[in-house]
């Protein structure tokens, strides 16, 4: 496939992509997708926009597994879960804001927080604000990086932008089968 066709179904399908794959794994992608917009083939607003919404979809998918499956929420993070919900529900009631803009901006963390922002049941709306005002400046950030990483590149190494993109696709697929095939076997 040509570089010039690669960039027309790009330009024509890819933002749908970028959203899909930002469910999954949202920092490498967005930066990725940065880079595209960096090398001419996104509009920078248009990927941020795009990142933003994958992110707070992801953080209400993720909520929603700790709110309407908390035995799987316990399972993934052990029976001590289970048992300490209170406590857990009060650190969210004085602190819950504040552990979840943090845990969202290191992302390791995030994942965890956000499960567990839906297992002790901290209202809806303000998680969402909340989730939107960290995502914000986080998504910003990764698709300013990866939008200088494309104007170094520039359009004519697309090729090697797309390359880079299918690798760690493929390394972010494998990655989750070998989890959830842990997950199922523990």
Partial sequence: MEAEAIRALLQDQGLAFLFVLDLIEGPIVTVVAGALAGAGVFAPLAVLAVA????????????????????LAARL?????ARDTGGLRQK????????????KLTHVAGFAVIVTAGFVRMPIVPFVWISVAASLPKVGALVAAGWVFGLSLGAGNLVFVLGVLVAICGAVVVCLALWGRKCVSA
Avoid: E, T
Wanted: aromatic fraction near 14%; proline fraction near 3%; include cysteine.
């Fill in 52 to 71: 933003v919404a994958g992110d707070i979809l992801g953080d209400v998918l993720l909520y929603g597994v700790g709110r309407y499956c908390p035995k």
């Fill in 77 to 81: 993070f052990g029976k001590d879960l």
């Fill in 92 to 103: 969210f009631l004085r602190r819950g804001g504040l552990l979840l803009f943090l845990g």
